[in-house]
């Protein structure tokens, strides 16, 4: 006699533990009535201890911790003064303290944290708002105030923060404006306007001005960005579009702002 | 809300490593392809874990980590994708089941003495990789049934073929390796 598939799916739930209270009982009547059953019952117990004792395998080798905690550095080494206020039970502080310990101890001689140090040094501003337009990506909503109309976009900046940037609507070059956030860059509440572009987001944050410099910015994480200066403010956008489109972008912006007397 | 995401971070993902990692290792079949997945894998938590609703953070991480051990194998190792799936469920299954039918088993033919662990290290290894992911959530990670199906996106049916299957095919291989 053979055993049909059914039954074996029904052996192995039964092994696992997974049939009903009601199933169980049937499955132990047959198991009694029926010796075949209870030896491929036998065989699958067997199989399944060996396997339990295979799998494990190897451990992950110490250094994927590290590596890991580098990757993801550039977004937890911006805010560490936050971490005094965040953790309400000391098991979470002490997780805390042994993350920064580990990128402490990979900064001694980890390559990966002294790129992000260099990084650091270049564009800690350009690597916040990188990181908050990401952040903005996985909300919901890109934006707080959904508006394409940039009579509402700018007035709803008003009172959130104190920079008033122009928040002119491309739509008809291809780069709609679909509303605007507030974002905390350097530890200040500043405006940021977001647009779209087929179906990338592109995330405009005005600073009060930081140096002349203006042009591309070598991207971060994948994430292209480029910055510009006018009126008084630094713009800085961020997106997963193309280069060529982003840079296409900042001209039409340019070209928007108020010409210097 | 960063210090929020490194709190959850550390809480969540950082004592799962080693988990995450072998699952990573099984799926592509090296530790350094694992390294690679895990990586990205812990990226993609990081820039989610904000959102996370923490009802089971445990099957989420799995999740994340199978879904991008997937991601990795179809762009750099799409030839390992290639799945016994892809036959008849049924027929395959016959042809499984009759020939170890026949073979008549016995507890004693499917003990698994200490050298044996290697050879059936090296049938899980052979197993197509839904099956061996079925396999491993279930004999490793421990996970339930409906925990299976929510981490593979799959019917719990669909756990249970997938898990016979597998354990029915590492006793058939095994047999075949016995001097």
Known sequence: MTIDRDTMLLLNAY???????????????????????????????????ATRKVLPGEAAPDRLRASVLASIGQDMRLNDEDLEVSPPTPWQAIAASVMIGLLGGAAIGG????????????GQLESEIVTAHLRALIAPQPFDIASS?????????????????ITPDLASEGFALIGGRVDLIGGKPVPVM??????????????ERVGDDAGPVPSINGTNVVKWTGGGLTYIAASDVNPVDLAAFAKLFREQLPKPR | MTALAKARF????????????????????????????????CLRAYRAIESLVE???????????????YSWLERHRPSKLTSIEDLSEDTRWEIENGASAAANETPEDILIAKHQATALQQAIEMLPVHL??????????????????????????????????ARHILAMLVREERP
């Open chain 1, 15 to 49: 092994h696992d533990g997974e049939l009903s209270p009601s199933e169980t009982l049937a499955m132990d009547a047959r198991l009694a009535r029926e010796p075949e059953l209870a030896l491929r019952l036998d065989a699958l117990r067997s199989i399944s201890a």
């Open chain 2, 132 to 165: 061996k992911e079925t396999l491993i959530l279930r004999e490793y990670h421990d996970l339930s049934y409906r925990e299976i199906a929510e981490v593979s996106a799959i019917p719990i049916g669909t756990v249970m073929s997938r898990l016979a299957k």
């Open chain 2, 55 to 69: 009802s089971n953070a445990r099957a989420w991480f799995l999740t994340i980590v199978r879904n991008t051990s």
């Open chain 2, 10 to 41: 550390a809480r969540i993902v950082l004592p799962r490593l080693d988990e995450g990692y072998r699952l990573a290792h099984w799926l592509t079949g090296s530790p350094t392809d694992a390294e690679d997945v895990m990586q990205e894998a």
């Open chain 1, 194 to 207: 977001t647009y779209r572009r087929n179906r990338h987001t592109i995330s405009v944050t005005a600073l």
């Open chain 1, 111 to 122: 390559y990966a944290v002294h790129s992000l140090q260099q990084r650091q040094a270049a």
């Open chain 1, 149 to 165: 109309d940039n009579h509402v976009v700018k007035p709803w900046f008003n009172g959130r923060t104190t920079i008033a940037p």
